[in-house]
């Protein structure tokens, strides 16, 4: 059992009320880790460090400096990617070998973010003005609080962290309360890189009793969060009494759909990709399998042939391809829209159950499970399940695709699966979604900006844009005349 403290100004320190909570396997069900239990005196604690060191050593560094240190940090992470995924997976109950791509790619955007630190450039502007010069610069916003989910805690956090620190502000991060082991355990590296007191901390705890405090507190200038709507909705209305900036990353019920002249092959292991990877618990899941109607009864025989083959159990197994759904609350809900969906009319054709045994654990688990004869006014098609849940909608042609694919509240991602580029392109136009995947689904890179449209979410993670979102722009005005006119003295 670890006992875990909080992270601020470079040291491990106890929580102020002197309180813990357990962390539990997803697997076993049982104990792993004490996480300790933020309060708001604590969050104080922490806002107040990464204030002293942006007004200190990290605010007083060169860009370069900075970028120097962001690249010791990513370097670190690579050389301990083991033990980071150990953690995440052990915490969340992902695939070992999943968790393990990601903490070794979470490596590349601090080197990406390291290269870009000393690139950020104003602009001299033309400006129409006789005897004036005028040029924008851009500065980091301040202490910026990051909160994040359960699913991909590592990732989702170094999507905030790198780009924040890349533009000069510190970071006050508070992961989910189901996953918070990781962050302190990447905590460690910050002071092995030498990144200066303050710059990076973490706190663990509770919605109430840490993350609105901080999305509240006074001295934070922006937010960056990962999370469901219902969440995403409640953090914005927080921030927005303190007039914050805000970047929400939240859910998704994104359409992959198939054309008939696709490979059916490919489409039907994208397909599974888009659902089934991470046991469906992402946001940016193909939740809902537009078919067209010529190759719905071929391409869903294909479908649930492969998908009732895939192997389930101990995520620390590295043959085991589906693992236990994160946490208990998720396990209950995932069941619950199972429900709903055969209530609903909607036909499991494969999984549907939840599964015990030995070889399960304690039982936290849910088959891959897809449902047929689905409309799209359904909830199973309109709502946000995060498992493994596939619900298959038939369409007639680009038109009816492009009508059932933007008939939703969320806007995240979206798949085609065709042969013909003018219809690709076509539909990657008419499709209301942050990100199109073309004969691909969940690819991801720290080059390319990431986040939704619609209910999916405000900003942008990744790319370029991402430093942008952690920047103010200044507009600064010269006079290469020496007399200032008088205001009151007309010129006729």
């Known amino acids: 059992m670890k006992n875990y403290k909080l992270f601020i100004n470079n040291e491990f320190t106890n929580p102020s009320k002197g309180e813990w909570f357990d962390s539990l396997d997803p697997f076993s ?15 104080d604690r922490a806002v107040a460090a990464a204030k002293k060191a942006l007004d200190g050593p990290w605010g007083s ?79 980091p916003m301040g202490v910026i609080a990051s909160i994040t989910p359960w699913n991909s805690s590592l990732l989702l956090t170094a999507w905030k962290v790198a780009p924040a620190l890349c533009a000069g502000n510190t970071m006050v991060c508070k992961p989910s309360e189901f996953t918070s082991a990781s962050l302190y355990d990447l905590a460690e590296l910050f002071i092995e890189a030498g990144v200066p007191a303050g710059v990076f901390n973490v706190i663990s705890g509770f919605a109430m009793e840490a993350g609105d405090p901080l999305v509240r507190h006074p001295d934070v200038a922006r937010v960056a969060f990962t999370g469901g709507d219902e969440g995403g909705r409640k953090v914005y209305s927080a921030a927005a009494d303190g007039l914050k900036r805000v970047s929400l990353e939240l859910g998704g ?34 939740s809902r399998l537009l078919l067209q109607e010529s190759i719905h009864d071929e391409f869903v025989e294909k479908l649930v042939k492969i998908t009732q083959s895939a192997k389930i159990g101990d995520p620390a197994d590295e043959s085991t391809q589906i693992g ?134 405000i900003g942008r993670e990744g790319g370029i844009e991402a430093v942008k979102e952690y920047l103010e722009a200044k507009s600064v005005w010269i006079s290469t005349d020496l007399e200032m006119p008088s205001p009151f003295v007309r010129k006729y």
Request: hydrophobic letters at 40%; a neutral charge; proline letters at 4%.
């Open 29 to 43: 069900g049982m104990p792993w880790a004490k996480i300790p239990r933020a309060r708001e005196s604590d969050v």
């Open 61 to 139: 560094m060169s860009a370069s400096e900075r970028g120097a240190l962001l690249y010791k940090v990513g370097a670190l992470i690579e050389k301990n990617a083991d033990q980071l995924a150990k953690v995440e997976s052990r915490d969340n109950g992902k695939l070992m070998s999943e968790v393990l791509g990601q903490v070794k790619y979470v490596a590349k955007y601090f080197y990406y973010y390291a290269g870009l630190a000393d690139k950020i450039e104003g602009s001299v502007v033309p400006i129409d003005k006789p005897k004036v010069f005028n040029y924008i610069k851009y500065e």
């Open 324 to 457: 236990p759904v994160a946490t208990e609350p998720q396990f209950q809900k995932v069941l619950s829209y199972i429900d709903i969906a055969k209530k609903e009319g909607a036909r499991c054709v494969a999984g549907g159950n939840r599964l015990s045994g030995e070889a399960y654990g304690c039982g936290q688990f849910v088959e891959p499970t897809v449902f047929v004869d689905v409309t799209n006014d359904m909830r199973i098609a309109q709502e946000e399940v995060f498992g493994p849940v596939l619900s298959v909608i038939k369409f007639k042609d680009e038109e009816d695709a492009v009508r059932i694919g933007n008939d939703i509240r969320f806007g995240l991602a979206a798949g085609i699966w065709t042969s013909n580029l003018h219809r690709a392109m076509l539909m990657a136009d008419k499709l209301k979604a942050g990100t199109v995947w073309i004969n691909n689904y969940r690819s991801t890179s720290y080059t390319t900006p990431f986040g939704g449209f619609k209910h999916s979410g």
């Open 253 to 286: 019920k994104s359409p992959n759909i198939v054309f008939d002249d696709a490979d059916l092959d490919n489409a039907v292991n994208g397909v599974i990709t888009g659902i089934f990877s991470a046991g469906g618990q992402t946001c940016m899941a193909g």
